[in-house]
């Protein structure tokens, strides 16, 4: 991949990521970082404090600690997304066999599970609506009871001679495009943030998915629960005209993390036990890191 003829070397997208793992077995839904994340965390002890009588300072009793509460926040640039090989089905996860090595590769970045493509796209039909309001507005004939996906080409390119309308562009536009593609795969992200705090609705007994961040070497696989989350349109980087897509969106996300696994010893990079607890012992000796790890 290349950003102005110039090869990506970094591969953020591939190294930085959350990973939304639905209740539901075998779907996980992998969101990439394209460009840097902010990300702040702070975490409190619970500590009992005894003041004797007499004593000039405080003694403190531990009790426990509050789960690691970690900010995310990064951007989505939609102009920057076009120069990556966007498409819904690509960042779709889901178990193809009752093997343990089906099972696993839905943890990896890429997976050989490929689904059927989406018929939908939620762009194409926006641009498709604005070009028959277009058409309306301009005085042109009003095909009754048609979108402009049911009119033919021709038709169009006979209305829009008329006005000296550069035709060729605009059938282009008529048909899914890269573009089109970068900017249904940023409404499924947004849409996909939108769920880290529902439930399923047809079973509610399904929970919200467990949030899973990835950042190089400072979070590895960080499993927790979204409490909240913000998506803010930044509007000085404008919009796509034909479809009112906001050319960057602005995502935020408070997270917790959770540890739970097995209720065993923490051993990292296990499916099972690298969700375990891990105190201050597991920094001192090996693994020399609380964090689960990738999958081995």
Not at 64 to 91: C, D, Q, W
Not at 108 to 135: C, I, N, V
Not at 202 to 211: A, E
Request: glycine residues 6%.
């Amino acid at each position: 991949m290349k950003i102005n003829n110039t090869p990506d070397t970094r591969l953020l997208e591939q190294r930085s990521r959350l990973e939304f793992h639905y209740p539901k077995k075998g779907l996980i839904i992998f969101v990439p970082f394209y460009q840097n994340p902010s990300i702040t965390e702070s975490k409190t002890a619970n500590l009992v404090e005894y003041n004797p009588l007499g004593r000039s300072s405080s003694l403190f009793a531990y009790t426990g600690a509050k789960a690691r509460r970690i900010k995310v926040s990064v951007p989505y640039t939609l102009p920057h997304l076009m120069n990556f090989n966007m498409g819904v089905e690509k960042f779709r996860r889901l178990v193809s066999g009752d093997s343990h090595e089906s099972a696993r590769k839905l943890f990896t970045q890429f997976s050989e599970y490929k689904p059927e493509p989406l018929g939908t796209s939620l762009s194409m039909d926006a641009e498709k609506r604005y070009w028959t309001a277009r058409k309306d507005q301009e005085g042109f004939e009003k095909v009754l009871g048609e979108t402009a996906e049911d009119i033919p080409q021709s038709t169009f390119a006979a209305l829009f001679a008329n006005v000296g309308f550069d035709t060729d562009n605009f059938l282009i536009g008529l048909t899914p495009t890269e573009r089109h593609k970068a900017m249904d795969t940023l409404l499924f992200f947004m849409n996909i943030f939108r769920t880290s705090v529902d439930n399923d609705a047809k079973n509610p007994l399904f929970g919200p998915p467990l949030v899973r961040l990835t950042h190089g070497t400072m979070y590895q696989s960080i499993p927790c629960v979204c409490k909240n989350y913000s998506i803010e349109y930044v509007e000085e980087a404008g919009y796509d005209l034909e479809t009112l897509t906001p050319r960057q969106i602005k995502i935020s996300l408070d997270l917790s993390e959770v540890r739970v696994g097995d209720f065993g010893e923490f051993n990292p990079a296990q499916i099972t036990t690298r969700d375990n607890l891990a105190g201050w012992e597991a920094v001192t000796n090996d693994p020399l890191t609380t964090d689960p790890g990738q999958l081995v």
